[in-house]
């Protein structure tokens, strides 16, 4: 792990001028990505917990801190003596690459879900443990990466260096989905289209982002569509009049393949690995199917509370209840918010009353 400066980092924008510490790291994945993780604290207490607070797909680690202070997660948990880690995935904004690719390469954006499950939540959950001397940390996993987190569960790995999970609008499976984007990538080949036009990254604010919504105009009707409801279907509580302000650092950067991925999971009603054909499958995987990950094969030692929403499109109630159906063990908490959808659990205006103060309590029972 090395410490970094930036001018335009999360410390400096978004914890520092709140009164709160905060350092920025630099750690390497396996793979050779370089991730970006801040370390958010005010007076570190003998009996503060370590948590690590893991961010969805497309946002990064500043999607924790958008909210002003008292409504944020992040700065709520520092400022009750707790030691908050927040990770950045792999070609986030705030993370720092790869040792050898650059973002024009291809191969950089050759990743999805098991590159995350593999690579990017060990390195993370190593650094963290190691730095805070601690042998067990939290983690509160939002979206796709407790879509990641469930799928490290399940192969074993991790379940001895957490010792409390928060999964919010958990998206392990996707077969009720009906967020626009998701439903396109799948009806549309929307991963397959834009690997034929070398487009590799997906962010609807950069350059590359611009041709695909230019490519969705042609075919569906979505030209109206703001970026958020885009990806989640319609929010009920973010503040519009703070648009501007979240548009600064959201939406972010991450691969036309991950999409790719969740693709694949709504059409095969299914859990499982990036299918690659037969040919593929067999030489990276020993068998011409896609292994799954399997939510049974979870250890029940794991206390977990799961939070999901009625509105939420990318993390549909149905599927959220076959998640839960499939566990071995029931977790110790289930927050249900009929009128969320899935930005509303970390943009919304009310997500500290509703969300954090129950995430709080549970963390520190």
């Known amino acids: 792990m090395q410490a970094v400066t930036r001018s335009d980092g999360i410390c400096k924008e978004l914890v520092a001028p709140h009164g709160f ?3 920025e790291f630099m ?20 009996s503060g917990r370590t948590v690590i607070l893991y961010h969805g797909i497309d946002n990064g680690g500043d999607i924790w801190l958008l909210n002003p ?45 098991d590159e995350l499950v593999n690579y990017d939540l060990p390195a993370v ?38 010792s409390k999970a928060v999964m919010i609008a958990p ?22 289209v834009l690997v034929g036009l070398n487009i590799y990254e997906f962010n609807p604010r950069s350059t590359s982002g611009a041709k695909i919504l230019e490519t969705l105009c042609v075919t569906v009707n979505i030209c109206e569509s703001d970026i958020l409801s885009l990806i989640t279907g319609p929010n009920c509580c973010v503040d519009d009049t703070r648009m501007e302000f979240i548009n600064k650092y959201e939406l972010q950067s991450t691969s036309v393949k991950n999409w790719n991925h969740l693709g694949q999971l709504f059409q095969k009603k299914s859990f499982t690995k990036f299918d690659y054909g037969e040919k593929e ?28 929403g009625g509105k939420d499109a990318l993390a549909d109630p149905d599927d959220v209840h076959r998640l839960l159906g499939e566990l071995k063990q029931t977790p110790e908490k289930v927050l249900f918010l009929p009128h969320y959808a899935h930005f509303d659990f970390v943009l919304g205006t009310n997500a500290s009353k509703d969300v954090y103060e129950g995430i709080v309590n549970f963390l520190e029972s």
Not at 27 to 46: C, E, F, H, N
Not at 80 to 102: A, D, F, K, M, Q
């Open 171 to 192: 998206v392990a499976y996707v077969s009720h989905t009906t967020s626009p984007i998701a439903l396109i990538a799948t009806r549309f080949n929307l991963g397959l």
């Open 281 to 308: 499958n067999q030489e990276r995987y020993g068998t011409k199917g896609v292994p799954e990950y399997v939510p049974s094969r979870i250890p029940t030692e794991i206390p977990m509370m799961l939070i999901h």
């Open 21 to 23: 510490h905060c350092e």
């Open 27 to 46: 750690i390497q994945t396996q793979d050779g990505y370089l991730l970006g993780l801040q370390r958010v604290y005010r007076k570190i207490q003998k």
């Open 125 to 162: 959950v190593e650094q963290v443990t190691a730095k805070s001397a601690t042998q067990k940390v939290d983690f509160v996993a939002y979206s796709q990466s407790s879509q990641a987190l469930l799928g490290a569960f399940s192969e074993g790995k991790l379940v001895d260096q957490i």
């Open 69 to 113: 202070p008292r409504q944020s997660l992040a700065l709520m948990l520092a400022n009750r003596g707790h030691e908050v880690w927040i990770p950045n995935t792999r070609t986030s904004t705030y993370s720092y690459g790869h040792v050898s690719l650059s973002k024009d390469d291809k191969m950089y954006w050759d990743w999805s879900l």
